[in-house]
């Protein structure tokens, strides 16, 4: 079966962690959205690392890892990244595979994103730059170059004809750019890429199913910046719900088994866009500091707020979520009193817990309950029953509101601070 392992909120949920945690009882670990704008942590034996395109079964030696065709990869940062590997005792060109179909960010793209952010003023999406939506359009506009063409004669023509358009947008954007420099270190990106096993990935996935292997699919970003369902237009450019699986791997729906929703105990957002209960003020800023809350791609400071009822509810419905995660309880032990929005009041005063068309326009009011916190550290305590009783009430909480078993609660940033329920 195909497990899916997805963030339910704006991102940075600790998917990366979890991945890592739960990659051994997998055989294969595949990404099928999103590229090098996500940034998964993994902590263990004293080391943090960040990883960007490659999945984050990598440091687990019997695990494939694969990049599939719903990714946008960028073969210089897949480059730096694969360098940044080297002084792990892992064969990454044995345990990698990578999608022939995958598209590929050129330079020119990495520009456009930049044009078009500039062009927006106040309106930008506050992307991180890396590219993501132009490739994403030029898929979509049957325009855009994938993995397998590097490894055609005719490369070189298709790239250009590529970046003849894109030079055309940016002309009229009047965005100035040098790509020279930019387009050796590329090429050169790009044989290096051929070194790796570039094949039919669904082929290799739905291969491993037949077999009885098992597939844990790793999400990137989060459902509520998805494409279709998210905060439009601050959103990504891919479906990051568990949707997006059988069409970024090539998986039936049939295939797909166990759906992993992963939180934070409270909610983060980096970039543009609305967000409800977002703390503008002291608490904000504590829960920032607390749970150092600055992006792993771009360096950004989050936005932090309460833990939000209808988004969470709504992302578990669109994606079946089967078993929820519970990350970085521990940044919450350092408040007295903790807040949870259950509803939103709407500008007409009604009240709902679904979300609406819009949250850019229409100002949604948070109503919150409130609970008493546990106000002490959680170091050290490896079982469920050991944590304190408002914890547990928290965990109850949410479990009741959501409907969805609580089965992982995460404590730390480490491999070994994670509690199975
Ligand atoms: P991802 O994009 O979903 O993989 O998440 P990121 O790696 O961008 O952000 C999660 C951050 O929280 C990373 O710095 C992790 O090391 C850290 N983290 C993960 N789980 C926990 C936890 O339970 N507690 C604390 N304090 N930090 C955690
Ligand atoms: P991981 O996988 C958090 C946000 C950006 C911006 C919007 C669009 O680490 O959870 P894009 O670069 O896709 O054009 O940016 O989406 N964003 C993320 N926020 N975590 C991520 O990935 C993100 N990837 C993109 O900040 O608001
Ligand atoms: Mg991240």
């Known amino acids: 079966m195909v497990d899916i392992l997805l963030g339910l909120q704006w991102g940075d949920e600790g998917k990366g962690k979890i991945v890592d945690v739960l990659a051994p009882e997998y055989d294969v670990v595949a990404r099928f959205q999103g590229g090098p704008n996500a940034g998964h942590t993994l902590e263990f034996d004293g080391f943090k690392h960040v990883l960007h395109q490659i999945p984050s079964g990598v440091f687990r030696t019997d695990c494939i890892n694969v990049i599939g065709n719903g990714v946008v990869l960028d073969p210089v940062i897949f480059k730096k990244e694969i360098e940044g590997l080297a002084k792990f005792p892992i064969d990454v060109r044995k345990n990698l595979v990578i999608s022939k179909k995958t598209a590929i960010i050129i330079p020119s793209h990495r520009l456009l994103d930049a044009a078009q952010e500039q062009a927006k003023g106040d309106s930008k999406i506050g992307s991180t730059l890396k590219g993501i939506g132009p490739t994403y359009s030029d898929k979509v506009s049957r325009h855009g170059l994938r993995l397998g063409d590097i490894l055609s004669e005719n490369f070189k023509s298709k790239y250009q004809a590529l970046v003849e358009r894109h030079k055309q947008m940016l002309n009229f954007l009047n965005y100035e750019y040098d790509l020279t420099e930019a387009e050796g270190i590329f090429f050169e990106a790009c044989e290096f890429i051929k070194g790796f096993v570039i094949s039919e990935t669904e082929y290799l996935i739905n291969k491993k199913l037949t077999e009885g292997k098992s597939v844990l699919a790793e999400g990137a970003q989060g459902s509520l910046l998805d494409i279709d369902f998210g905060s439009y237009p601050f959103v990504t450019s891919s479906n990051t719900t568990a949707a997006g699986v059988c069409s970024g791997l090539g998986v039936a729906p049939g295939k797909i088994g166990e759906v992993y929703g992963i939180f934070k105990a409270y909610c983060t957002r980096v970039g543009s866009g609305p967000f409800p209960t977002e703390l503008m003020e002291e608490t904000g800023e504590a829960m920032r500091k ?85 106000n002490k550290s959680l170091k050290g305590i ?29 404590t730390g940033p480490d491999r070994t601070s994670t509690i199975k329920r």
């Open 382 to 410: 490896s079982d469920y029953n050991d944590l304190p009783q408002e914890v547990k009430d928290y965990i109850l909480f949410i479990e009741a509101e959501v409907g969805v078993p609580i089965t992982f609660v995460s």
């Open 290 to 374: 607390e749970g150092n809350e600055f992006g792993s791609t771009t360096g950004r400071a989050r936005r932090c707020g309460w833990l939000d009822i209808p988004a969470l509810k709504y992302a578990v419905m669109l994606n079946g979520a089967t078993q929820l995660i519970m990350m970085k309880v521990d940044v919450l032990n350092i408040f007295e009193e903790i807040k949870i929005c259950t509803k939103y009041q709407l500008p007409d005063g009604s009240v709902t817990d679904e979300m609406p068309f819009d949250l850019t326009d229409t100002k949604v009011e948070p109503i919150y309950i409130t609970m008493k916190g546990w």
